[in-house]
């Protein structure tokens, strides 16, 4: 603190949280005033402390979240040390040049949500790419969309908007998106959607330079995914369609040969390619692994060189505050008396991320090793005011028409005033999939652009959780 955080910073940190005390904070998070205190103590005396948060930067106070996580790292001493954040050293990989200038996104407004664009006009956020898309879609600005690794039509909050709005058509009847293409391993609820489905290769498949800054090491690297059998009939990687797409388009750019030659031009600054790296079996570090990296390097990456704890660049806010604030999310807030219920999505360790390949593994849907479906998690106290037992179904009800039925399983392991979905189900596409039961979560959590009052529009947005009703 008195080295590496900004002079003044700490004062005003201190000035901030008087009013915020354990009891009046026990009223907000429901935890009691006594365990807050014994928490402070033991992680101010703890050799190290670790913040491990995946669903809290998906709530609509992300930014305020991300804030107050680093405030903690920082007047806890766990900024770029053993057990605590790491800083990854970034690797540098040589631009491949002369690189072509794309438009200017920001002055043609339709990443901006086109209407609401003065809105958003001074921020820069973390919105999901199906509220973008639909929007840009339904406002104009967008003729030809590709999806590649993703699912929007299932996976994504907003998927029935997003389905509406890639039907939409203009007063002469025709499509508004003139062009959808999907690449994908399996056919997903996309796919139905698309003009053309193009075969993409599995990750034992294809040649691929993994080079990822969030990788949450300390010491950052490049690994090289090879291909170990040949793809089927005419599978193409996304990258290969991309290149000989460029080729035609912007063919000053696209000089190389096909993925592995690019890769040998990204690794050419650090005296690599991709032979080099197979004889190195695969892994290559930047050898400048290790801790506290900001005392050889004389600082952070901040115009003072030491870490803010006030954000200044917050002050033009809509409320105006430089300091994060306390509250809920702003979902958790919104119709409360008529939807009581918080419905919380989360993943299991059954299916991969969206889900959306993992579902058609027949032993990951199987009713005894596996999760055959998604019942509606429900605390037995909730489940006897409403008059349901386990196993009854039900309708689950959001805001803005969002509804789903749903097998009901009580547990101790919510909340009686929440409720609980696992993600990714609710698939019709795929043998497997459609055997299965389960229900989408996304239909019960709205699309962005459906409650622009709930969002945080400079942190993210409420695309995990939602308010709802059951109905019997």
Not at 179 to 201: G, N, Q
Not at 362 to 379: F, I, K, Q, T
């Amino acid at each position: 603190m008195e080295n590496w955080v900004r002079e003044g910073d700490f004062d005003k940190l201190k000035a901030y949280i008087v009013d915020k005390t354990p009891e009046k904070m026990a009223e907000i998070c429901d935890v009691a005033p006594e365990v807050i205190r014994q928490l402070a103590e033991e992680c101010a005396q703890a050799p190290s402390v670790g913040v491990d948060s995946f669903k809290g930067i998906m709530l609509g106070q992300a930014l305020d979240f991300g804030h107050a996580w680093t405030i903690f790292l920082a007047i806890t001493g766990n900024i770029d040390n053993p057990g605590g954040q790491p800083l990854p050293d970034l690797t540098p990989l040589s631009p491949v040049e002369p690189i072509p200038a794309g438009p200017n996104l920001h002055e043609l407004g339709w990443h901006r949500t086109g209407p609401h664009r003065d809105i958003f006009e001074k921020y820069s956020f973390i919105m999901e790419p199906t509220w973008y898309e639909a929007q840009a879609i339904r406002n104009g600005g967008l003729k030809v969309l590709i999806v590649s690794e993703a699912n929007p039509a299932l996976t994504e909050m907003g998927q029935r908007s997003w389905q509406e709005a890639v039907c939409e058509m203009d007063e002469n009847g025709e499509y508004k998106l003139e062009l959808l293409v999907s690449c994908e391993i399996m056919m997903s609820e996309t796919s139905r959607f698309a003009d053309l489905v193009l075969p993409d290769k599995s990750y034992f498949e294809r040649w691929e330079l993994l080079y990822m800054p969030w990788w949450y090491n300390f010491g950052h690297g490049v690994c090289l995914r090879q291909p170990v059998v040949e793809a089927p009939g005419e599978c193409r990687h996304l990258n290969e369609v991309f290149i000989e797409l460029g080729k035609q388009l912007v063919p000053e750019y696209f000089q190389f040969e096909d993925d592995v030659a690019y890769y040998d031009i990204q690794l050419a600054g650090l005296g690599l390619s991709v032979k080099k790296l197979q004889e190195m079996g695969g892994i290559w570090t930047c050898g400048t692994m290790g801790f506290r990296k900001y005392e050889k390097a004389g600082g952070f990456g901040t115009p003072s060189g030491k870490i803010h704890l006030y954000w200044e660049g917050l002050e033009g806010s809509p409320w105006n505050q430089a300091m994060p604030r306390p509250g809920l999310a702003p979902e958790y807030e919104a119709n409360v008396e008529e939807y009581p219920f918080i419905l919380i999505s989360y993943r299991t360790i059954f299916h991969a991320g969206a889900g959306q390949w993992t579902h058609n593994n027949p032993h990951l849907r199987d009713a005894v090793s596996g999760m055959y479906e998604n019942p509606l998690m429900v605390n037995p106290i909730a489940a006897k005011k409403l008059g349901i037992s386990d196993g009854d179904v039900v309708t689950v009800q959001a805001p803005f028409e969002g509804e789903a039925e749903v097998t009901v399983k009580l547990t101790e392991c919510i909340r009686p005033d929440c409720v609980g979905l696992a993600h990714g189900f609710g698939s019709t596409v795929g043998r497997t999939a459609t055997m299965g039961g389960g229900v989408s979560d996304n239909l019960l959590i709205p699309d962005a652009s459906e409650m622009l009052e709930w969002q945080d529009v400079i942190g993210g947005e409420s695309h995990v959780s939602t308010r709802v009703r059951i109905v019997k």
